[in-house]
């Protein structure tokens, strides 16, 4: 991951946002601490971060997920790595001038993705899709307090429909897709699973069904990607998905090695000493990413590798 740009490499100093925003610094108890528990609070975290550390604004309905913002960054910057690091230029560098579309998947109320995306590069855009009509609604008056029309486009899809429509997005191809899938397998998982205090910090709370469950888990919901990448192929480069249990990530390389794909990526994302988070990337492609981005965490087993990435002197022109 790109350390030069992870700005929340530390924890947050919450003393120092609330100086800088009152909103937030009137939230803090009389040891400089946050109440967790209370939604409002979160909110006005991630509202303050976004709008200190990146110029954003944020409109968040109660019921909707309130996306960590640490944990969304750490995701982008992998990105494009993932991106530069497997570009036809083979320099490993970002390249000012490349035109990079991104597709967003369950793109949320928030709109996170897309939105921190367009502060990061200039060139990029992305379209965000969705089953909700309200988070929709939401995600659209946030694309536009921040004068993003033009760089995202927001589509509302249907539940059985294809999760990366290339048709109502009218491309032939996308350089990436990214998605947060719903983490749980029913309502009585995530019951369960809150009982135990297994929460996926700062969003569980708010969250609505749609975001939070899906029949068989995020597993289920990536294998579903997995079968539309196999038809889809080349088409788009890279397709992307975090993951919130680390049990989920063998079951989908497992499913990547059964369909011969054996051009993917795996990284994890540590935030603070507790929150952990991974993310799996394949493509159909011939260009391979750099080691670091590739395996981007040293606890990983033999069985998450696959053919290696390709070595620093790895322009096909140099023998």
Not at 45 to 55: E, I, P, V, Y
Not at 118 to 147: H, K
């Amino acid at each position: 991951m790109s350390a030069t740009t992870n700005i929340y490499k530390e924890d947050i100093d919450f003393i120092t946002l609330g100086r800088e925003d009152s909103d937030f610094g009137k939230l803090l108890n009389s040891n400089g601490q946050l109440d967790f528990s209370d939604p409002k609070s979160v909110q006005q975290l991630t509202k303050s971060l976004l709008k200190r550390d990146f110029g954003l604004k944020l409109i968040l309905p109660d019921d909707r997920l309130c996306p960590p913002v640490p944990n969304r960054l750490n995701y982008i910057l992998w990105l494009q790595d993932l991106v530069d690091t497997s570009s036809d230029t083979y320099t490993d560098s970002y390249s000012l001038d490349r035109q990079v579309h991104g597709l967003d998947i369950g793109t949320g109320a928030s709109c996170i993705y897309p939105l921190l995306g367009c502060t990061q590069r200039p060139l990029w855009r992305f379209t965000g899709t969705d089953v909700d009509d309200r988070s929709i609604s939401f995600a659209r008056q946030n694309v536009q307090s921040n004068g993003l029309q033009s760089r995202v486009q927001l589509i509302q899809t249907k539940p059985q429909g294809p999760l990366i429509p290339l048709d109502e997005i009218s491309v032939d191809s996308l350089d990436f897709t990214l998605c947060n899938p719903p983490f749980y397998a029913s309502a009585e998982d995530l019951a369960s699973s809150a009982s135990l205090k297994q929460r996926p910090p700062f969003t569980a709370c708010t969250g609505s069904d749609t975001e939070m469950v899906c029949e068989g888990g995020e597993v289920s919901f990536v294998s579903r990607m997995i079968d539309e990448s196999l038809k889809l192929r080349d088409r788009v480069q890279w397709y992307t998905s975090m993951l919130g249990k680390f049990s989920s990530l063998s079951k989908i390389i497992e499913q990547l090695k059964e369909n011969k794909v054996d051009n993917y990526a795996v990284t994890e994302f540590v935030q603070g000493s507790r929150t952990r988070r991974w993310a799996v990337a394949w493509s159909f492609g011939d260009r391979r990413p750099s080691m670091n981005v590739s395996r981007g965490c040293g606890s990983f087993t033999k069985e998450f590798t696959a053919i290696p990435s390709r070595t620093a002197n790895h322009n096909p022109g140099i023998q």
